[in-house]
């Protein structure tokens, strides 16, 4: 007797979460293909209400680069872009914070963004810290 064929079931859609760590694989592919290293990923600080880092990276030159990664199918509402506001920002720049206290002496550093939709876009400076 012969071994019955495997029967599939519907494939589900990606969730939101396997499509955001879709988009920080590019990003992070991208940054290290232009030379910069990766040195934490996900960076969250303790607790509820702090904020989060994607990628932190470093260049070639020491700077420690935080970068958030944004991903939008459709370009609607202002596109990926459009969705790092100002709160985003704020909690962002909590965590770079948070994680500079760690070390003995920080480094220059900035804030970028990668943007990724129907390509990869590297925002340098995306935003500043007021």
């Known amino acids: 007797m012969g071994l019955l064929p495997f029967k599939r079931g519907p494939v589900a859609p990606p969730t939101t979460k396997r499509l955001g760590d879709a988009a920080e694989d590019a990003a992070l592919a991208h940054l290290r293909k232009a030379g910069l290293g990766l040195v934490a990923r996900n ?6 209400g702090g904020g989060e880092v994607d990628l932190i990276m ?5 700077t420690l680069v935080f970068v958030e990664v944004r991903s939008r199918s459709r370009a609607s509402h202002g596109g990926a872009g459009a969705s790092i506001t100002f709160a985003k920002q704020r909690r962002i720049i909590f965590a770079a914070r948070h994680y500079l206290m760690r070390l003995p002496s920080p480094p220059p550093c900035r804030f970028d963004a990668v943007l990724v939709e129907d390509e990869i876009r590297w925002l340098r400076g995306a935003f500043t810290v007021e």
């Open 43 to 48: 960076y969250r600080t303790p607790g509820r």
């Open 58 to 62: 470093r260049e070639p030159g020491g």
